[in-house]
């Protein structure tokens, strides 16, 4: 392990440099009282269920959607492709697809925590391996009043941590480039702000909102890939020849799939933005309450303020190679905001748009400031 950052008292210090101090969102903090377990975030409940709500409503939206275009634009394209009337409509049944959309929830619930850790190659280590880590985190857990979460370590010079699962059945992340830029108070810090993720339970919505961004997006790429596949076939002149009734045929294949494969990219680029924007406005505030949360826990702000400066600053030191590779989808889950700097002005969520999946480390730190300042 590198030499130690400064701890907590020279932390303290070092914010005193900060300008722009944000205000909080409440008044004084249940940090004051010193280390314990984090106090309930109301706030953060309620974001939490009407994003729960929504996670849940908008399957069956995107569902409903397509059958209404099927039955509104898909059945009288039908009709004029074939030259004979359709006098049904289709229908999906409300419990079976309730069933489908509740059970594929749960299952990401269970068990997408292992595919985040295999999509960004953690790996789950035992006491032996890393002892010092271990005993952190346990102390910390406890402290918290969790269960002991296991622990898991990605080899990367990238400085960062993440949490994944339940308060009951969680895992806590952490980068080598974290533990050899961060020791004390600091990493005890940020392994108090990845524990409080598990204790609000927003690791795992985040996991299971992650769902309907997912599936929109690849149907939304599916689309467009008929849709250019289309444009090749035409433009190397695919179709040519034959009588009029194959030319018929031909163009009445053309406009079924054109218009088939445009309403799908439509519709599914719709409900992915909209998902997608759920997802990174929860993203942002949980990271506000996670940071109150392991101030309560530690009972020091100034650490956790510090171990951000330092995590931010060692960003642009850290190959591409690095970002994307602990990137896989879980970008909104970490310490640190990743897509920044992994992939510059080419981000296929633009920050134009959407809001980035964590608040400004400025803003992070100026109310960390902030609390530690009530606490003296």
């Known amino acids: 392990m590198s030499p130690s950052i400064p701890s907590s008292g020279s932390a303290e210090r070092s914010l005193s440099h900060d300008e722009d101090a944000g205000p909080l969102d409440s008044g004084r903090s249940d940090a004051q009282r010193g280390p314990g377990a984090p106090g309930s975030d109301r706030g953060l409940r309620i974001r939490m269920l009407v994003a729960t709500a929504l996670v ?3 399957p069956f939206a995107f569902v409903y959607a397509f059958v209404f275009l099927i039955n509104a634009v898909g059945l009288p394209l039908l009709e004029w492709a074939n030259e004979r009337p359709y006098t049904g409509e289709v229908y999906v049944n409300p419990v079976f697809l309730a069933v489908v959309v509740l059970g594929g929830l749960a299952v990401q619930y269970r068990y997408g925590p292992r595919t985040v850790l295999r999509s960004v190659g953690a790996r789950r280590v035992s006491p032996d391996e890393y002892p010092e880590l271990h005993a952190a985190v346990t102390r910390l857990a406890a ?7 296991d622990v898991a370590v990605k080899h990367t010079d990238l400085p960062n941590a993440f949490a994944v699962g339940t308060p009951g059945d969680g895992t806590v992340v952490v980068t080598t480039g974290l533990l050899d830029r961060l020791d004390g108070d600091e990493l005890d810090a ?13 690791a795992s919505l985040m996991t299971v909102a992650w769902v309907l961004p997912t599936v929109t997006y690849y149907v939304a790429v599916l689309a467009f890939y008929v849709l250019y596949g289309l444009y090749n076939f035409l433009r190397f002149g695919g179709g040519g020849g034959g009588g009029d009734r194959d030319g018929r045929a031909l163009l009445v294949g053309l ?3 054109t218009v088939s494969a445009l309403l799908t990219l439509t519709v599914s680029a719709m409900f992915w933005f909209g998902s997608v924007l759920i997802h990174r406005v929860l993203s942002r505030y949980r990271e506000y309450a996670a940071d109150r949360g392991a101030a309560e826990i530690t009972g020091s702000p100034a650490a956790l303020a510090s171990a951000l400066r330092t995590v931010d600053e060692a960003m642009p030191e850290v190959p591409d190679r690095d970002l994307r590779e602990l ?5 909104a ?41 009530e606490e003296t």
């Open 56 to 58: 849940v409503a908008l």
């Open 143 to 149: 402290q918290a009043d969790l269960p002991a979460p």
């Open 190 to 202: 940020v392994i108090a702000h990845e524990l409080s993720h598990l204790a609000n339970r927003d």
């Open 255 to 257: 406009v079924v799939i």
């Open 327 to 331: 990137d896989g989808g879980a970008e």
């Open 333 to 373: 889950l970490y310490l640190a905001p990743l897509e920044a700097r992994a992939f510059g002005d080419k981000e296929l969520v633009s920050t134009d748009v959407f809001p980035e999946t964590h608040p400004p480390t400025r803003d992070r730190i100026a109310r960390l400031r902030e609390l530690a300042g």
